[in-house]
């Protein structure tokens, strides 16, 4: 739900990118970081373990133009892969305007996109939200590694439904930006309609 500030004339949308753990969420919005300008930009916070992995999120405020006379801001946020922080990933739901599931393209990771896209929809219950009811895409990112899942695949396990959906290399900024304003536009044309 975004965050109306009447007095700064400032409107704060929260998306927030899900996925199985080591699938390149945090990859995302680091390159999203080292592209946008030093002034569209907010500092970006970043937990991660001994393991480099995101515990908690990432933080990335990103100015995108007005609507209707308002500034507005997103937060991109990443969740944790690793089932074990459940409570994080649907805490950081919380307030979500829009969700980029991150899916990893590679056969042996076929199994975890199936269940953190369960677990997705079990953390959105308690905020009476469905996926249908908000922005949503996804990203099939590494796409360049040597063992991978068929686009069609893919698409038939992940998004029967049909949403927008990219093809990326994370680490190579491939489809990142792409991912972004597909979201990003999803978000402020629900923004405008309300």
Do not use: W
């Not at 990432?58 to 006379?69: A, R």
């Amino acid at each position: 739900m975004s965050l109306i500030n009447y007095s700064s004339r400032e409107i704060n949308c929260k998306i927030v990118y899900y996925g199985p753990g080591l699938c390149g969420k945090t990859t995302n919005i680091q390159y999203v970081y080292n592209k946008v300008a030093p002034e569209t930009k907010g500092k970006l916070i970043t937990l991660a373990t001994e393991m480099d992995r995101t515990l908690f999120f990432d933080f990335l405020p990103l100015e995108l133009g007005t609507v209707k006379g308002f500034k507005t801001r997103f937060h991109l946020y990443t969740v944790p892969g690793q089932v074990y922080y459940d409570a994080s990933r649907r805490l950081i739901l919380r307030g979500v305007d829009g969700i980029v599931f991150v899916a990893d393209s590679q056969t042996s990771r076929y199994d975890a996109n199936i269940e953190s896209l369960y677990n997705l929809h079990e953390n959105l219950e308690p905020y009476k939200l469905k996926l249908e009811e908000i922005p949503y895409v996804i990203q099939y990112n590494k796409r360049d590694m040597p063992d991978i899942i068929s686009i069609e695949d893919l698409e038939q396990e992940l998004n029967p439904q049909g949403y927008p959906y990219f093809e990326a290399v994370a680490i190579k900024g491939e489809g990142v930006f792409d991912t972004l304003k597909c979201i990003a536009k999803g978000v402020l044309q629900k923004l405008s309609s309300n």
